[in-house]
């Protein structure tokens, strides 16, 4: 029998309907996702990396909406769901982890009743003990003290507030956590530390995450595999040791280049020229073109094809090995 | 400041409860003093007497239960209607939104005193029936800023959390947005308290108050007034002091409140 995998995510496509015109965020993108695997899904603001991961909980703000694709949980496809079965799939088998968690508890709330709240309203049996309870344990495995379930958002450092949302998402035991860049808002040693968490957590719990970011830098040494977006576009796929082993795409290539490494001392860091482009008027063709060295009249008319160049390793380009 | 507000009010409401076992006369009776009346300060009477011959003393000491019935009912009026407007209207967003802002914001074009002191003339006299007339000139500012707050909150993190975990819509309400929307009211509801007692005053000033043989500041401000020109100041000067009072204990407490529930300010 060939186990599905958990997440199987097939040409979606979102679209925000601005007043200005069509903004397509996530442009046709595919991937799966198997039980117990952590993807980085990188990209820079505006290429689509939140967009697609609030579309797997199918809460895409306003006027954000899902035109194509296919979402498959456990191989139901979630977009056929109705509102309240949506209800019972979210923070219950996927949890997601916001970016500030300085704004994403309640400031009036104790944490012990954003914890009841949330067991509550998947296990409607639990008493508010036992749920005290079940949060101290999972406030515990985040390396907070029990005790300071009665204490209010404010009393808690940025760092420990970001780990109380991680005891937030686990506490039901999700098959998948997405956590959008859930260490943008902290300082860079609470950063490395609260990445250690999750990934520890992984291992323990055996959940599937799917770390949404920015930086590459730091997805690379701890997830197993890399998903690339540029203005809405898959770039490159393939599994972490791979892609910085062997980038093919020239975007993948430059954000490897812009990774400062204390080894190479003269090594001078690189920035990708250009910006990212208007998506209210995407270039034609591949959506890389203009700040491509290596574009060439092909690109600017045609959008590359998604091959398969090694083993698991996807990229859109024209060049093979450029 | 909360604490000043909190003595002035409390002691108030203390004197109102005492009052009528403290009072040296029935405040009620007339010709308690020989005549001529009114007659100044004396010994006797250590706040002089009205035009009817009442103790000004008594008045002063049992006439605030009305003004302070009538101010709680109104606050009460508004927390009522105004609240759950606010957070349904502006939770739902769009067109319900739209024609409730519209409609609360044309209460703002009338002067608020005029408005209540037409409705209260349309209803007729009695506590109740002001406390209303009132809380309609008031909901306008509830549903505001109960509506600002909601805007606010229902873009922010914890809210859109809360959606993540498969919360309901009604438990977003209720449990995320509506308990950090009510420092912000309670603020207001204090504040608008005191005008609620000057509204009252102003009603009864008007005669739209309760009848005259309650005592009542509001009435003694109006007979007052007219016994001024011959230079009984005493009859309208105590009623007022004692309003004024009331008010400013009101506008301290909720001045305070807004200080102290803002969580910034905190620790």
Known sequence: ?322 | MTIIGLVIVLSMIIMMVLGPWVSPYDPTKSNVSPPPNPSPPNADFPLGTNLLGQDMLSRVLCGGTIMLQVALLSVLFCFIIGVPVGLLASYAGGIIDKIFTLVMDSFYAFPGLVLAIAIAAMMGRGVVNMALSIAVVYVPSYYRIVRSQVLTIKELPYTEAARATGARGRTILLRYILPNVIPSIVVVATVNFADAILTAAGLTFVGLGVGIDIPDWGWDLTKGRELLPSGAWWVITFPGIMIVLLALGFTLIGEGLSELLNPRLEQ
Not at chain 1, 42 to 58: D, F, P, Q, Y
Not at chain 1, 140 to 150: F, K, Q, S
Request: with cysteine; proline share 7%; hydrophobic share 40%.
């Open chain 1, 1 to 322: 029998m060939i186990s599905l995998p958990l997440l199987e995510i097939d040409s979606l496509t979102v679209d925000y309907r601005t007043r200005r015109g069509n903004i397509r965020a996530v442009n046709n993108v595919s991937f799966t996702l198997e039980k117990g695997e952590m993807l980085g899904l990188v990209g820079e603001s505006g290429s689509g990396k939140s967009t697609l991961g609030l579309s797997i909980i199918r809460l895409v703000p306003h006027p954000g909406v899902i035109v194509n694709g296919h979402i498959k949980i456990d191989g139901t496809d979630i977009l056929n769901l109705s509102e309240e079965e949506m209800r019972a799939i979210r923070g219950k088998k996927v949890a997601f982890v916001f970016q500030d968690p300085m704004t994403s508890l309640s400031p009036v709330k104790k944490i012990g009743a954003h914890f009841v709240e949330l067991i509550r309203t998947h296990e409607p049996d639990i008493n508010k003990e036992e749920a005290l309870k079940r949060a101290m344990a999972t406030l515990n495995d985040v390396g907070i003290l029990p005790e300071r379930i009665n204490d209010y958002p404010h009393q808690f450092s940025g760092g420990m507030r970001q780990r109380i949302l991680i005891a937030l998402a686990i506490a039901l035991n999700p098959d998948l956590i997405i956590a959008d860049e859930p260490t943008t808002a902290l300082d860079v040693i609470v950063q490395a530390k609260t990445l250690d968490l999750l990934k520890s957590l992984r291992d323990t719990h055996g959940m599937a995450l799917i770390l949404i970011t920015h930086d590459l830098s730091i997805v690379l040494e701890r997830c197993n595999k890399i998903l690339v977006m540029y203005a809405g576009d898959f770039v490159e796929y393939a599994d972490s040791k791979e892609l910085h082993r062997n980038p093919e795409h020239p975007y993948t290539r430059g954000l490897l280049r812009s990774i400062p490494n204390v080894e190479l001392a003269d090594q001078k860091l690189e920035a990708i020229p250009g910006s990212p482009p208007d998506l209210l008027n995407p270039p034609k063709g591949c959506h890389f073109w203009p700040r491509c060295s290596y574009a060439n009249g092909k690109c600017r008319v045609e959008k590359p094809p998604i091959t398969e160049s090694n083993l698991g390793h996807f990229v859109r380009c024209f060049k093979e090995n450029v």
